[in-house]
């Protein structure tokens, strides 16, 4: 594992000084990111990955990964199961450990990140260009697991976690070894900063072309993010609209954008300048409409009847 890096980037200084200040560590890792969905490319664009447990003050159990949105947008039950039952022996037995749903997924070495690349078992996206370096900034200790435990897990026709012998999730959550050639993966709690210029102008440049009347945020958001606030950021969000339809959106938080000392923090940034002439030629703007890519699904249960005290939702489009 390597240490935890010494030099904090600039924009880990500023964010130092307001909302994250209480992050001390700080550790490089790696991660593949799905640039082409518009809220990853938003978060990149602002140059900032933020976990769930830190999406909000105080934490707001409605915020979830990026990950569990994967899951929930695209209607996989098989999956939504397979992960709450991990969670569930994680909470029971390794409570300690960093949540799946909720945490952040990295790779610890570009090599190990690297050598992802072109393997089936993993999502079609982890290619090189979306391959990204970033500085995590955390309190709690990180989760170091073996994903081959999870990749290799005993499935039954339908998808689903066989339960006759759970023991493996143990061995995932205790950090032990699925074999000899281990994939390890990092889930961690915190705020990632991304280190890559090139790949953040390339999403700004995209989120530009989803978001055209949205300039004015976009640049907000991303002076905010160099502030080190939640200014603009765009995160997952479960929300149970009523006792059958639970709705997946992806939160615009503009309210710090309130707050004198992110607004003096804004304007003493080289940019503030054009921010200023750009609010003062445009009467109105629009924020970022990320309601395309939510989701809205009726509620279910997944039942087992070896698991009868185990509820698992299962998610359906409306009728």
């Not at 500023?14 to 490089?28: K, N, V």
């Not at 759970?166 to 699925?178: M, V």
């Amino acid at each position: 594992m390597p240490a935890a890096t010494e030099k904090r980037t600039e924009q880990g200084r500023h964010m130092s000084r307001f909302r994250f200040a209480e992050l001390r560590q700080s550790t490089r890792v790696f991660c593949f990111l799905d640039l082409e969905h518009p809220a990853v490319a938003w978060a990149v664009m602002r140059g900032m990955l933020v976990s769930a447990d830190y999406a909000s003050t105080p934490p707001n159990p409605g915020f979830i990964s990026f990950m569990q949105a994967g899951v929930v947008e695209t209607l996989n039950n098989q999956r939504m199961f397979n992960e709450y039952l991990i969670e569930r022996v994680r909470l029971s037995f390794f409570a300690h450990q960093v949540s799946r749903i909720r945490g952040m997924f990295f790779f610890s070495s570009r090599s190990e990140a690297e050598a992802r690349i072109g393997d089936p078992a993993w999502p079609p996206y982890f290619e090189s260009k979306n391959l990204l370096e970033l500085d995590l900034y955390h309190n709690e200790p990180l989760t170091d697991v073996d994903a081959n435990w999870i990749t290799f897990a005993p499935l039954a026709e339908d998808g689903r976690i066989t339960i006759e012998d759970l023991q493996w999730i143990r061995h995932y959550w205790s950090g032990e070894k699925y074999n000899d050639q281990p994939v390890w993966e990092r889930i961690a709690k915190g705020v990632a900063l991304v280190l890559n210029e090139q790949v953040r102008r390339q999403c700004y440049q995209y989120v530009r072309e989803i978001f055209p009347a949205s300039h004015i945020p976009i640049l907000k958001a991303r002076l905010a993010s160099k502030a080190g606030t939640r200014g603009g950021l765009s995160a997952p969000f479960l929300l149970r609209e009523d006792e059958k339809r639970v709705k997946l959106g992806y939160l615009w938080s503009d309210l710090e954008f309130h707050d004198p000392a992110i607004i003096d923090a804004i304007a003493q940034h080289p940019d503030a300048g054009a921010l200023a002439r750009m609010m003062s030629e445009n009467e109105t703007w629009k924020v970022p409409d990320f309601r395309p890519w939510g989701r809205i699904f009726e509620l279910g249960e997944q039942k087992l009847p070896e698991l009868t005290a185990f509820q698992v939702p299962s998610l359906h489009h409306p009728k």
